[in-house]
Structure formats: C-alpha cells, structure tokens
C-alpha cells in the first residue's frame, strides 16, 4: 500500500555499523536478502575488524555492512552512503567521512553517553559538531531502551534482550523503505528453530522497531526503490566464497571427478572450505588440515589419485604453499590453488582488500615454474571463472591459481542461477589401458601438450612422479641437460598454449580505440565500469578492458592497445599488473593509477584521475 510523503529513488546506499557483537553483519545480510528478494539490484561490502576482540565501544572494533540496492543493476557497494546506522559513538566517528551531505544518521541516543563519547575518543559532549555533520539529518532512536522495553515480557534474560536491537534498528530501515518483514521472520524462525522464545524476542524487536519510527513521524518521507530490470532467470544473492565454491562443484560435475580440497582456515577465504564441508551429498570431499602445506599436499595427493583437487588460502598461506606448488607443476598435475588476496606483507591487513599478491602468484616459487594464473571480478561470476580454472587444470593436467580478494569474496551480489547445459563438457585426458610399447607417462598430446593422467591400481599404467626433474617421456629421474632444457620448455609452452583455449580479450565502450583505456584486472572491474560508464555518458572518450586470464593474456591484447592514445592501469597495488604488462607488452606506455589503503576504489576518485589524463 502506497504511503503519503513517499518518494521514489533509483538507488540508495545504506551503512550498518556497530560493534563485532551489535549483528551488523547479519542486519546487512537481512537487508539485502529483502532487497533482493523485492528484485532490486544489490551490491554489498562487509568491512570487519581487523583486531580480533577489540576494545568493545573503540574505533577499531567497529563492524560495518554497506549496501547499494537500485532500480537498475549495481556494480559497486557505493562510495557514500545516504543512510548511516550507527548502533554507539565510535561508529558514527569511524564512518563520518562517508556520509553524503543529504545523508540520514540514525543513531542508538543510548550508547552515546559520557562513557562510549569517551572510548571513542570524542573531545567534546557533542561528537556531531565534532564531526561537522550537526546539520545531517539525525535520528536520535533510544534503540537499546525501546528494544528492552519491548522484550520487558520476553523471559529473556538481559543479554539476549539487548542482541536484539540490530532487528530493531532493522525495522526502523524497513519502514524507511517499505519493506516487508515477512521473509525476514521467516529466516529468523529457521535460524532459531530450536530456540522459539529467542526467535519470538527477535520478531517482536523487528516490529517494534518498524512501529517506532511510524509512530514518531521522525522521517519526513520514506521512499520506495522499484526493481530492476535484469536478465530472466532464478536469481539468489551469493558472496563471491560461495560462488567459487559452487563453480568448483560444477567442475567436478562435468569432468565426473571427485571433488577433494584440502586447505587451512585463512582470512579471508574460510569460508570457501567451510561451504564445500557442506556438500558431503554431493561427494565432496574436504581437509582442514594442520597447516598450508599439509593442506596442499593432501591436494596433491588426491589430484595423483584421480580427484579434481583444490585448495584456498590468502597472501601469506600461498607463501607456505610455494614449495608444493613447484611439485605440482614438476609431476604436471590438475591442481586449483585460490589465493583471496588481503593487505599484507606478512600478517598484514588480515580483513582488508588488496591485490598485492600478482607478482607472487606470477613468480614465486624456484626455478622456471609456470602455471595458469586467472582472477575473478565481481561476486558472482567467482562460480565462472572457479569453474573455468578447473576444467584449464584438469585438460591440460597444469595447476592453476585463481586469484580473489578480500572485497568479491565477502561482497554479495544477485545471482542468476545457470542451467549446468549452459556450460561444456570437461573432459580430463585419462588414460585407461597401456599403448603399444608401453606407456610413457610424459608423452603428450600435440594441442595441449598434456599428459596422460594414468589413476594408481590401473593394471599396466604403474609410473613415478615426483620432484626431481623427469626423463621426457618415461618419467624416471633425468640429470641430462639437455633434457632438463627440453622439460623446462616443454613446461613454459604448455601455459602458453592455453591461450588458444580462452576468449579473446573484451573491451567495454570503443572497439575501434580512443583517447584513454582504462586497463584492470580481478575484483575493481564495478568500480571501474561504474566510473568509465559514467564519463562514457558525458562523453567523454574512455573505454574499460578488465582482464581475467593475466597468464597466458589473451591472444589480442597487443592489439587492443595499439588503438589507444593513452592506457592507464588501475590496482590495488603498487603496479604489479602494469609492470607485468611491460614485461609482456613492451612496446606501450602504461601510465598507472594505484591505491594500497585496504579499500576499494571509489567512483569519485576514478573519475577524477580519469579526467585529469583527458585533459
């Protein structure tokens, strides 16, 4: 039913933010389910705490959701938020800076006493003025008091009252935007299936909060976001882990191997592991083993054994990793290793997005060790290019390493579930009885120049691989020279060769060049089409060409640049992929456009550099 005072908007961008244990995460998680589900397009970005257990009320302990849903697809999160919900004062500080001029605050009055200004670290009685934003529109919502009151009747005790104010808060943003609240009660009653009371407090906080900002008429309008226009289908929202997860589960499927992974928990790519532990009933098969390195040995132990192996870890874990990667490239076997890239060196920005891990991922392991290296780019299409590194790896028996981040593996997206006849076959080159004269467990074929994958037990295939290097054909133990020159060119054209077997490179707005190309790779591809299509629209004379195979690049790359006056490569790096693109493609000038703060680009700053390199 349409409200008086309701204005229709085609995007918004919302900040939930708190402390680690306010439910942030699961209020962002709510919200964007109900977008969805309302088919608004949705892009989120969940900002944890990089300190584990920090100071309850301080700046670094605080935990942030933010959502951009719109009546058109959305390819990024946002740059500033139009709604703040900032559930203590150390929230409101730590996200002041994004907040829009005409942007509503609504923050919980209960926690900005003497006491949370003072963990925050507010100078003055009124952090507003502190700020600069005492003119916002703020929302002073005694969540915490309301929500108690509320539940006064709940048999709760007053801890599990007080959780319940994130769904409070919640129902305040639902009547904002009218909302309905019926598939989020409806996730509360099978999350707490066991725990009816606490399911009925839950509710009841969600109703309250929704009726307290009906009542206080604290909102002058509330608005309404109509659905997207998107591609027909079924759709879900799905974070860029899961995404991955379910394309190495499609792989497995269309190649009829046994799916294995084993791994060590790592920030940010757990979850990847924790998702497939989930599908014991469709043979997947999972480690949590005791380190890196047994984690990708057991990998390689099952990849021998005729499984399509997989294995996920972050920055330093594809460190420990180094040294086994180096024997599935030498044994030539199908290995998928996921690198979700974090801020580093070392331990670094455990919870924060970088894409600092190219050059490692390109280079770092001893001697000439060339393997298959791809990204994904947006949270969803993690399942594609997933799906897309195992059938790489398992025909052409290589390793592959699938580089994320931090930013699509935790971002959610809609999702428009694929028909698996949309994709081909994958046909591993097994080889089931002995040849004439034997078999040779290096002889290759002439296209791919892969060899045979001979599974133990297989009567007439008995064969050894391992690290030392391999005579060319019979596999035994090789000192020759010339031999070992032979393997190590053998191994280079093999990755070489695989760019005959991915699409040739696509570039977004001119085919037939222009002033400026912007050139990214991996998870900035939103940002940077958000920004291009927006200069693009202004017409400016900017084209996108965003990389997801980086090695082999696409066959047509060379010729894609030459069109170009101008080509500026855009990462979160110091300039790894531009200073990969020199040793590739020396003969262009790569200007760069860089950024390490843990973050991802915003639209604002793109399209600021952007122009500054048109004029």
């Keep these: 039913m349409e409200r008086e005072n309701q204005t229709a908007l085609e995007d918004v961008v919302i900040r939930f933010s708190g402390d680690s244990g306010d439910g942030m995460q699961m209020t962002g998680t709510l919200f964007t389910d109900t977008s969805a589900y309302l088919g608004n397009g949705v892009s989120t970005f969940p900002d944890f705490p990089a300190e584990i257990r920090a100071p309850q009320g301080t700046v670094s302990g605080v935990s942030g959701f933010q959502l951009h849903f719109g009546s058109h697809k959305v390819n990024t999160p946002g740059d500033y938020c139009d709604v703040l919900v900032a559930m203590n004062p150390?929230?409101?500080?730590?996200?002041?800076?994004?907040?829009?001029?005409?942007?509503?605050?609504?923050?919980?009055?209960?926690?900005?006493?003497?006491?949370?200004?003072?963990?925050?670290?507010?100078?003055?009685?009124n952090p507003f003025e502190e700020l600069g934003i005492e003119g916002y529109n703020i929302i002073h919502a005694p969540i915490t008091s309301m929500t108690k009151e509320a539940l006064a009747d709940s048999g709760l005790d007053n801890k599990s009252v007080v959780k319940c104010k994130n769904m409070f808060a919640l129902g305040i943003c639902y009547f904002l935007f009218n909302f309905p609240s019926e598939h989020t009660e409806n996730f509360i009653d099978k999350k707490f299936g066991k725990k009816p009371e606490v399911a009925e407090a839950n509710k009841k906080a969600l109703k309250a909060g929704y009726n307290y900002a009906h009542n206080t008429h604290a909102f002058a309008s509330t608005y309404s976001v109509a659905p997207a226009k998107l591609e027909k289908g079924v759709y879900r929202s799905i974070n860029g882990n899961q995404a991955t997860a379910w394309g190495f589960i499609a792989a497995s499927e269309k190649s009829g191997r046994p799916l294995f992974c084993g791994s060590?928990?790592?920030?940010?790519?757990?979850?990847?592991?924790?998702?497939?532990?989930?599908?014991?009933?469709?043979?997947?098969?999972?480690?949590?083993?005791?380190?890196?390195?047994?984690?990708?040995?057991?990998?390689?132990?099952?990849?021998?054994?005729?499984?399509?192996?997989?294995?996920?870890?972050?920055?330093?874990?594809?460190?420990?990793?180094?040294?086994?990667?180096?024997?599935?490239?030498?044994?030539?076997?199908?290995?998928?290793?996921?690198?979700?890239?974090?801020?580093?060196?070392?331990?670094?920005?455990?919870?924060?997005?970088?894409?600092?891990?190219?050059?490692?991922?390109?280079?770092?392991?001893?001697?000439?060790?060339?393997?298959?290296?791809?990204?994904?780019?947006?949270?969803?299409?993690?399942?594609?290019?997933?799906?897309?590194?195992?059938?790489?790896?398992?025909?052409?028996?290589?390793?592959?390493?699938?580089?994320?981040?931090?930013f699509i593996a935790n971002g959610s997206e809609p999702w428009r579930i694929p028909s698996m006849s949309e994709y081909p076959e994958i046909v591993p080159p097994i080889v089931t009885e002995a040849p004439d004269g034997g078999f040779m467990p290096y002889a290759r074929d002439e296209e791919r120049l892969a060899r045979r994958w001979a599974l133990p037990g297989t009567k007439g295939l008995e064969h050894r691989i391992g690290g030392l290097e391999k005579d060319f054909l019979k596999g035994s133990v090789s000192h020759d020279p010339i031999n070992h020159q032979r393997m190590v060119d053998i191994r280079r054209a093999k990755v070489e060769r695989v760019a005959d077997y991915i699409p040739e490179q696509e570039v977004v707005g001119s085919q037939d060049g222009g002033e400026l190309l912007v050139v990214g790779w991996g998870g900035t591809y939103g940002h940077l089409l958000s920004a291009v299509n927006q200069l693009r629209k202004e017409s400016k004379d900017v084209s996108l060409c965003h990389f997801n195979y980086i090695y082999p690049l696409p066959k047509n790359t060379a010729d894609i640049f030459s069109k170009f006056k101008k080509i500026v490569v855009c990462e979160l790096n110091q300039g790894q992929f531009a200073d990969y693109l020199r040793m590739q493609h020396q003969q262009f000038n790569y200007l760069q456009f860089n950024k390490s703060q843990g973050l991802p680009f915003t639209i604002l700053e793109l399209t600021e550099k952007f122009n500054e390199l048109l004029k």
């Design 264 to 406: 060590y928990p790592i920030t940010p790519a757990t979850h990847i592991l924790e998702e497939l532990a989930k599908r014991k009933d469709l043979g997947v098969k999972t480690l949590q083993a005791e380190d890196e390195i047994a984690g990708i040995c057991t990998s390689i132990g099952a990849s021998y054994a005729g499984c399509f192996a997989v294995s996920t870890t972050s920055g330093p874990g594809l460190s420990l990793k180094s040294e086994a990667i180096g024997l599935a490239v030498m044994a030539e076997l199908p290995l998928v290793i996921v690198d979700v890239q974090r801020g580093g060196p070392s331990t670094g920005l455990p919870t924060k997005t970088e894409q600092s891990d190219l050059m490692q991922a390109l280079w770092g392991r001893n001697g000439d060790c060339p393997l298959v290296v791809m990204a994904g780019s947006t949270p969803s299409n993690c399942f594609h290019y997933a799906f897309m590194a195992g059938k790489i790896a398992l025909e052409h028996m290589i390793p592959v390493i699938l580089l994320n981040d931090g």
């Design 90 to 125: 150390a929230a409101l500080k730590a996200n002041a800076k994004w907040l829009k001029k005409t942007a509503t605050v609504i923050i919980d009055l209960d926690s900005f006493n003497d006491k949370g200004l003072a963990k925050a670290g507010f100078k003055s009685e």
